[in-house]
C-alpha cells in the first residue's frame, strides 16, 4: 500500500523557515516523481515544487524561487522541502503527492497518491 505521510508544518512568524517531510512507504521510491503542493482558503491547489527521484531534477514555482529548496533521501524514501523567508502568502495546507515517472511532474492532475497534508499557518 501507497502511503505519503507529511510532517513539519506549523505557526511561524513571517521571515521564518520551516523544513517539511514527506516521507513514502508502499513503492519503490527511485521511480516516482514527487511534488509538493499547497492549498490556501478560497484557492485552488497549486504546485509548490517537484522532484524527480530519478534524476533530481527539480521544479519550483516562480513565487518560491530562491526561498524554497526541495531535496530527495532516497535512501530514506524521504523527500524534504526548506521554506525560508516565509510570508503569509505562503501559507495553507502542503501535501505530498507521488506519481510513477522518471521525470518532473508539475500538473496535480497527474498524480496518483496524496499524504494527508500538513498546515503551514504564518500570521500577517
Known amino acids: 500500500e501507497v502511503q505519503l505521510v507529511e510532517s513539519g508544518g506549523g505557526l511561524v512568524q513571517a ?3 520551516l523544513r517539511l517531510s514527506c516521507a513514502a512507504s508502499g513503492f519503490i521510491f527511485d521511480d516516482y516523481a514527487i511534488g509538493w503542493f499547497r ?3 478560497g484557492k485552488e491547489r497549486e ?3 517537484c522532484i524527480s527521484t530519478n534524476d533530481g531534477s527539480t521544479y519550483y514555482a516562480d513565487s518560491v524561487k530562491g526561498r524554497f529548496t ?6 530514506e524514501n524521504t523527500v524534504y522541502l526548506k521554506m525560508n523567508s516565509l510570508s503569509p502568502e505562503d501559507r495553507g495546507v502542503y501535501y505530498c503527492a507521488a506519481v510513477i515517472a522518471l521525470v ?3 500538473d496535480y492532475d497527474d498524480y496518483d497518491y496524496w499524504g494527508q497534508g500538513t498546515q503551514v499557518t504564518v500570521p500577517s
Not at 70 to 75: L, V
Request: charged share 5%; glycine share 12%.
Open 47 to 49: 504546485a509548490v515544487s
Open 104 to 106: 518532473v511532474v508539475t
Open 15 to 17: 521571515g521564518g523557515s
Open 39 to 41: 492549498q490556501a482558503p
Open 70 to 75: 526541495i531535496s530527495s533521501d532516497n535512501a
